[in-house]
């Protein structure tokens, strides 16, 4: 994918369907119940109608998609767990042994694992993409070539339609790669302008010492990359990774083909606000499922204009909080398709004049 290929591909996405949302809007205030008293559930169902075009939905099958890289900043000391475990999660999560596949294996949700940068040779059980084997540190200069970062923008969107392609009703996207939170916090960084201290957090547990070196190397890796926050993808290919990268193409291509896309923690979050300073319609096809205990989400969900379903105090990453959010979805479906309106209950609903409420129905996030 050149940058000419991107920008003619997010041309042609197209906002949600407004006229379907205020439909939804209606049933909703119809149905036979206190106006909003089913919270985010509503909201759900009334987003994902402005997605489909149809006020009844169903999430009958649900893909996690997962982009697996390892990423070269590792080398800095800013992260307790070795490299050779992004290899060895992403098989295991083609066995349903890690937390995020074992959630998917009892919920009924498939599971698909890319490889697009792992530091090893290609394994059978992962879907091969790799361009190169990591990244290089960002702290010693750009993580890839601005062409390499493009690649793996494709590869997301690939993903992306061939879930569509295969009927699949809504897909998660998850990550794994060591270092990542480190990635994530410096593409965040230099995006939003925030300060590493801000942004950076403990990832799988590094102690007070180390933290401080991750915020610095961060810091300096801004620094040094210059990346243009008004250009994400310079951002991706300066401070980012070949994870993130194709996480940001996955949210585009769900855009594009009218699929929900379920945001993860931290770095899938941070891969959806890149998704949107690209083609900010794509929005409208993300949903969060979880809030991420990293200190960068609560930016990135507010640049986003976004709000997670669940307060789990999770911090796991690869895509785990996508089963569970997808449930939530379901239950949100199951309302709006199965609850009775007020006439069909045969309820008389002239005491709603008067609540303040129902005057200003609407949905947030």
């Known amino acids: 994918m050149t940058d000419a290929e991107l920008k003619l591909f997010i041309s042609g996405v197209s906002p949600a369907f407004s006229e379907a949302a205020a439909a939804a809007v209606k049933r909703q205030s119809e ?19 402005g997605i489909t075009g149809r006020v009844k939905n ?36 083609t ?25 090893a040779p290609e394994r059978p059980e992962l879907i091969t993409r790799k361009l190169r084997r990591g990244t290089a540190s960002i702290l010693r200069g750009p993580a890839m070539t601005r062409e390499e970062a493009l690649y793996a923008v494709s590869v997301g969107v690939s993903a992306a339609e061939k879930a569509k392609r295969d009927g699949f009703d809504a897909m998660g996207v998850g990550e794994m790669g060591i270092g990542n939170t480190t990635t994530s916090a410096a593409v965040l960084a230099a995006l939003t302008g925030a300060d590493a201290e801000l942004v950076t957090g403990r990832g799988s547990g590094l102690n007070d010492e180390a933290l401080k070196h991750k915020i610095n190397v961060v810091r300096e890796a801004i620094r040094i990359n210059a990346p ?25 291509g769900c855009a594009k083909y009218r699929l929900p896309a379920i945001a993860d923690g931290f770095i899938s979050v941070v891969a959806a606000l890149l998704a949107v300073r690209l083609c900010p319609a794509a929005r409208d096809f993300i949903f969060l499922s979880h809030a991420s205990e990293e200190p960068g989400y609560k930016l990135a969900e507010k640049e986003l204009g976004l709000l997670p379903f ?29 609850m009775a309106t007020f006439n069909e209950a045969a309820i008389d609903d002239d005491y709603l004049k008067n609540l303040d409420e129902v005057k200003d129905f609407n949905y947030k996030a």
Not at 36 to 49: D, F, H, P, Q, T
Request: charged share 20%; hydrophobic share 50%.
């Open 31 to 49: 149905l036979a119940k206190p106006p909003k008293s089913l919270g985010k559930l509503e909201n759900i169902s009334i987003r994902l109608a």
């Open 58 to 93: 169903e999430l009958s099958k649900c893909l996690v998609a997962v982009f697996a890289a390892d990423n070269g900043v590792v080398n800095e000391g800013v992260a307790v767990t070795p490299q050779s475990v992004t290899l060895a999660q992403a098989v295991n999560m």
């Open 310 to 338: 669940l307060l789990l105090d999770m911090r796991l990453g690869e895509g785990s909080g996508c089963p569970i959010a997808f449930q939530v979805m379901r239950a949100a479906c199951a309302v709006m398709n199965g």
């Open 95 to 119: 066995r349903h042994k890690t937390g995020m596949s074992a959630l998917a294996a009892y919920f009924g949700n498939e599971v698909r694992v890319f490889d697009v940068g792992i530091n």
């Open 228 to 252: 243009d926050k008004g250009d994400p993808v310079d951002v991706i290919a300066k401070v980012g990774g070949l994870d993130i990268a194709a996480m940001t193409g996955a949210y585009l």
